[in-house]
């Protein structure tokens, strides 16, 4: 596993309080939200402003392609690439 | 104003033991440092506060028995949930951004939308503040929602805790967590009948949720006690009935 997947799993877990969860139950491409880990609308907005703080991107509330970006912990990796 | 109350419940947690001798009060649950809500789903309950965890776990414990009756509630709190408000605070005056999960859960009626929501209660529902009398308004709120010919139960919730460190000296000494819930109608087979009336008296403690916790906790006919500062009420415990 990468070191960036591992970072983005400990910043979901502990922005996110999922305090049951461990880095290993979350896999890289499974979906974030509403299946899969079962993250909600909150969950969206605290885990966009946890990945602005740490890795200090910007991020478009309403763009389609944000939504694309938050799918998985693959997508928010590849994203971050990008845009470091 | 004649009302009894029924299905009295509290939680209470102090900092120090020696703040709860000599009263009526028992720390409840005191192994762990949160009352337990196995009955809000996991994903729910990562969000709740201490304090929120408080205010429902007396809540659900009173409204328990009236589960097919969704009762309307009088929410009361001197402070909310200050504890959540003073970190968001903080975060600001850093520059920081606020937490957007904080700043939902942070509003004084927070509490009682996430218990409407998790028991998919949709009664009214309101949330009053005031000051020391918080408890005592709540009650008179509650007396006066009974007026409504369809409403015969109010469920009142009260939760409050210590102020964070930042703010001490705007608290009291001995100040505690605690919440409690009760079930008031104007007429019930069981529970504390009470009469409330205008008191020419004061009361000036500051902690006179406690008291009328203590009061309620002891429930012995014919005791009565006073409340209030600014406008002062007797409250007199008339007969205890099966509880």
């Known amino acids: ?84 | 104003m004649k009302m009894v109350l029924s299905h009295f419940n509290y939680w209470c947690k102090a900092k120090d033991d020696a703040q709860l001798t000599n009263t009526a009060i028992e720390m409840l649950d005191s192994s762990s440092k949160s009352p337990q809500l196995e009955w809000v789903p996991a994903m729910q309950r990562r969000r709740l506060s201490h304090y929120a965890k408080m205010a429902l776990f007396v809540a659900a414990k009173s409204a328990n028995t009236y589960e097919e009756e969704m009762l309307p509630v009088v929410y009361a709190s001197q402070h909310g949930d200050f504890h959540r408000t003073s970190s968001i605070l903080k975060d600001l005056a850093e520059g920081e951004v606020i937490s957007p999960t904080s700043f939902g859960l942070s509003v004084h009626n927070a509490v009682i939308g996430l218990y409407s929501i998790l028991t998919k209660n949709q009664q009214p529902m309101n949330s009053i503040a005031a000051g020391e009398n918080t408890l005592l308004m709540a009650l008179i709120e509650a007396y006066v929602q009974l007026d409504n010919p369809t409403v015969d139960k109010v469920l009142v919730v009260y939760c409050d805790q210590p102020l964070p460190t930042d703010y001490a000296q705007f608290d009291e000494k001995d100040s505690v967590d605690l919440a409690c819930a009760f079930v008031v109608s104007k007429q019930a087979e069981n529970g504390i009948s009470l009469t409330l009336s205008p008191s020419e008296e004061k009361n000036n403690s500051a902690l006179q949720a406690k008291q009328l916790v203590e009061f309620l906790a002891t429930k012995h006919a014919g005791d009565s006690v006073v409340l209030g500062c600014q406008s002062a009420w007797q409250i007199t415990i008339d007969e205890v009935r099966h509880c």
């Open chain 1, 1 to 84: 596993m990468s070191d960036l997947k591992t970072k983005i799993k400990k910043l979901i877990i502990e922005s996110l309080d999922l305090e049951d969860i461990t880095i290993d139950d979350i896999e890289d491409s499974e979906p974030l939200f509403i299946d899969g880990l079962g993250l909600d609308s909150i969950d969206a907005l605290e885990l966009g402003l946890a990945i602005k703080k740490e890795f200090d991107i910007k991020i478009d509330a309403n763009s389609e392609e944000t939504k694309q970006h938050f799918a998985s912990v693959d997508a928010l990796a590849a994203f971050i690439e990008q845009n470091a």
